[in-house]
């Protein structure tokens, strides 16, 4: 036996008072929810020293909050998809047809090496 009435719904089973337009969720009895994402950044390839400012900066991110606050922090990952991601070289729009015909053809290469199983 539950020790709480059987939820039906999802919004019986995540009870909250209200949705800001800005996101934030009224959870009652002085208590809010918010969620941010964040673009994926692969920290192996950065400098040490945008390391530290990044890491800076999520230390004073969480020294905003005083005592008395409750945070939870969550940190969710999966690999990214070899197939999906284009890293391309840009030629300018005033390059000449015959270099942006060569750039083209290298973003192509460097794509299939990328997404392939046999990369340098």
Known sequence: MLPWPKRNTAQESVPFESIYDDGICDLGNHK???????????????????????????????????ETAQLQVSVLTKPLSRSRIRLDVTAPDSAVPDLKQ???????????RFISDNTY
């Open 102 to 112: 060569c750039v083209s053809g290298y973003n192509d290469f460097m794509h299939c």
């Open 32 to 66: 809010f929810s918010a969620t941010w994402a964040f673009d994926d950044t692969n920290y192996s390839n950065t400098e040490d020293s945008s390391k530290v400012v990044t890491f800076g900066h999520y230390c004073q991110f969480l020294n905003s909050f005083d």
